[in-house]
């Protein structure tokens, strides 16, 4: 009973790698390929735990850091991509305002942090100080909006899924 488990992660795993790659080839999938792999990972979450779903994000992270012609992708993936593992721990937290406060503070130090790497790594902290600061501010804002709505489509396929199983194991 322990090879369906076994397969169903691994084959799920393998989808989301083959999304990153996707990433670095399709333009305009630098942003979409690291949800969607995210997205395709939740039953492993749902069906084994998450200790299961860290251990396939691990995998897919290091994979796509390895195999994506896009490094932005991949490392948008390893920021982010274990926030669905978080994400039933923020949905508990008692009030609305709170679990939004939490959501948002998840997004802005998770982006504070992968993209002050990225420019110190890259060199371009040179232009910072010279760019216009509400061109960025704005950037932020928009990432913010992404990533709730991000947040909002993991609930509703999460739900999708256990309406599914639901459907699919009481016929």
């Not at 490392?75 to 406060?101: C, D, E, M, N, T």
Request: glycine share 6%.
């Amino acid at each position: 009973m322990r090879a369906r488990p076994l397969a169903l992660s691994g084959v799920l795993t393998a989808l989301a790698v083959a999304l990153l790659c996707m990433g670095g080839v399709i333009p305009g999938m630098i942003f979409c390929a690291p949800i969607l792999a995210m997205a395709v990972l939740l039953p492993v979450l749902e069906e084994l735990g998450p200790k299961a779903a860290g251990t396939a994000y691990a995998a897919a992270a290091i994979l796509g850091l390895l195999l994506s012609p896009n490094r932005e992708t991949a490392l948008v993936y390893v920021f982010f991509g274990w926030y669905p593992i978080l994400r039933p721990k923020i949905a508990a937290l008692p009030s609305r305002l709170l679990r939004l406060l939490a959501r948002l503070a998840v997004c802005n130090i998770t982006v504070l942090v992968l993209y002050g790497l990225v420019l110190r790594l890259m060199g371009l902290t040179a232009d910072l100080p010279e760019s216009v600061w509400y061109l960025n501010a704005a950037l932020l804002a928009a990432g913010n909006v992404v990533f709730l709505l991000t947040d909002a489509t993991l609930a509703r396929l999460t739900n999708l899924w256990h309406w599914k199983l639901k459907k699919h194991l009481y016929r």
